[in-house]
């Protein structure tokens, strides 16, 4: 089935240190992988997107790598800072039903100053 | 306006009563997505609108659950009989999809529904 499973659910870092999550998907057609931001209270917002002809893509300090093989795809934030803090969602586009968008579970990071 | 725009921001109803939640997705998106946050949870799916149809209606909980979109524009969902477990933010997101591309999804600010 369709299907992204995204891990940790909860992550607790300390400032400067680095956090890594992690999301594996089903559909092997899949071809757009983005991650979103959920800030207490406000809406989803993307902070960065990955498409299946590259493998990794960096934008200051947060990175995404694509693994198509495996099926899977992390973010990495390095240089924690605590406005870091928040609701962390991936996602993968399901091709097989032309563009539908499905998300994992989320990730809650905490960054501890 | 600019962004994507939900309406009523937030609704009280009484269980057994109809509710209907609107979304104006940013002009020329083709894409409109459904989705469903209790509080602390993920981003259930509900139901993906390509233009004015409806490919997948899949993640609907119940036929009570209905979703229309009229003139590849404002989409409403609809609730019937609304129960406790509908309790929820309602989510809506437009993007630009050309063929096999996807491009950003950008979000509503929700609609918090609460039935008493």
């Known amino acids: 089935g369709e299907n992204v499973e995204q891990h940790p659910s909860t992550l607790s870092v300390q400032e400067g240190d680095s956090a890594v999550i992690k999301c594996t998907y089903s559909d092997s057609a899949s071809n757009y992988f983005p991650w979103y931001k959920q800030e207490l209270g406000k809406r989803p917002q993307l902070i960065i997107d990955?498409?299946?002809?590259?493998g990794e893509k960096k934008d200051q300090r947060i990175a995404v790598t694509l693994n198509k093989t495996a099926k899977h795809f992390s973010l990495h934030i390095t240089e924690t800072q605590p406005e870091d803090s928040a609701v962390y969602f991936c996602?993968?586009?399901?091709?097989?039903?032309?563009?539908?968008?499905?998300f994992g579970q989320g990730t809650t990071l905490q960054v501890k100053p | 306006g600019a962004g994507v725009s939900q309406s009523p921001s937030n609704k009280v109803t009484e269980k057994g009563k109809d509710v209907e939640l609107r979304c104006d997705p940013i002009?020329?998106?083709?894409?409109l997505y459904w989705y469903r946050q209790s509080l602390g949870q993920g981003l259930e799916f509900l139901i993906y609108f390509q233009g004015n149809s409806a490919p997948d209606k899949s993640g609907l909980p119940s036929d009570r659950f209905s979703a229309e979109r009229t003139g590849g524009s404002v989409s409403t969902l609809t609730i019937q009989r609304t129960q406790q477990e509908d309790s929820a933010v309602y989510l809506c997101?437009?993007?630009?999809?050309?063929?096999?591309?996807?491009?950003?999804?950008?979000f509503g600010q929700g609609t918090r529904l609460t039935v008493v």
């Open positions: 002009s020329g998106h083709t894409a």
């Open positions: 997101a437009s993007s630009l999809v050309y063929g096999a591309l996807n491009t950003e999804a950008f």
């Open positions: 996602a993968a586009s399901i091709r097989s039903n032309t563009g539908k968008l499905i």
């Open positions: 990955i498409r299946s002809n590259v």
